[in-house]
Antibody, heavy 123, light 106 residues
Framework: QLQLQESGPGLMQPSETLSLTCSVSGGSISSTNYCWGWFRQPPGKGLEWIGTKYHSGSTFYNPSLKSRVTISVDTSKNQFSLKLSSVTAADTAVYYC???????????????WGRGTLVTVSS | DIQMTQSPSSLSASVGDRVTITCRASQDIINFLAWFRQKPGNAPEPLIYAASSLHSGVPPRFAGSGSGTDFTLTINSLQPEDFATYYCLQYNTYPLTFGGGTKIEI
């Protein structure tokens, strides 16, 4: 059974680059059946999509973050990563990784989520 | 971007009640809408996809309907674990966008 687990720094200083990893177990990140995504949720607020990575290598990002974000895949470690540059307090949030099908469009909702990791940006 | 307007933002209910949450899209998203339940401190859990299809393992007291711009999530006979926050997500067009959430309180 596929499972996702986020890992990250917890506490960061403003202007640093956030680096998060999502480890995939129970399946291969190279599978052509899946796409991988990142989401975030500031404390007490709603959900925001950050970006989606396709097995083909294509990536789609939220325009509000596009200039600062990169999603990449490391097949040797069976994990994918998020990098967010120049963080500020506004980037404080729980960050979730998730997986979705790359089949029929109706199935392209994110059907499996990690438990999330809290990242706090503070000086 | 497609704006998703969810209502109400909160509601009070009791175990056994039937509740309805609505989500309106700023443009036609056909039926590419999902609903999630989020319990405090937990990740979102998928409930419904394609507006009305039940995600695997989700109990049938959850039902989704709608198409185009107007969508509804109905929970029949609320259970204690249903007191949570619910979000809709449109996945028709990038950027993916969520509704603002509906918190169901006792």
């Amino acid at each position: 059974q596929l499972q996702l687990q986020e890992s990250g720094p917890g506490l960061m200083q403003p202007s640093e680059t956030l680096s998060l990893t999502c480890s995939v177990s129970g399946g291969s990140i190279s599978s052509t059946n899946y796409c991988w995504g990142w989401f975030r949720q500031p404390p007490g607020k709603g959900l925001e999509w950050i970006g989606t990575k396709y097995h083909s290598g294509s990536t789609f990002y939220n325009p509000s973050l596009k200039s600062r974000v990169t999603i990449s895949v490391d097949t040797s470690k069976n994990q994918f990563s998020l990098k967010l540059s120049s963080v500020t307090a506004a980037d404080t949030a729980v960050y979730y990784c998730a997986k979705r099908s790359d089949g029929y469009k109706i199935l392209r909702y994110f059907d499996l989520w990690g438990r999330g990791t809290l990242v706090t940006v503070s000086s | 971007d497609i704006q998703m307007t969810q209502s109400p933002s909160s509601l009070s209910a009791s175990v056994g009640d039937r509740v309805t949450i609505t989500c309106r899209a700023s443009q036609d998203i056909i039926n590419f809408l999902a609903w999630f339940r989020q319990k405090p401190g937990n990740a979102p859990e998928p409930l419904i996809y394609a507006a009305s299809s039940l995600h695997s393992g989700v109990p049938p007291r959850f039902a989704g309907s709608g198409s185009g711009t107007d969508f509804t999530l109905t929970i029949n006979s609320l259970q204690p674990e249903d007191f949570a926050t619910y979000y809709c997500l449109q996945y028709n067009t990038y950027p993916l966008t969520f509704g603002g959430g509906t918190k169901i309180e006792i």
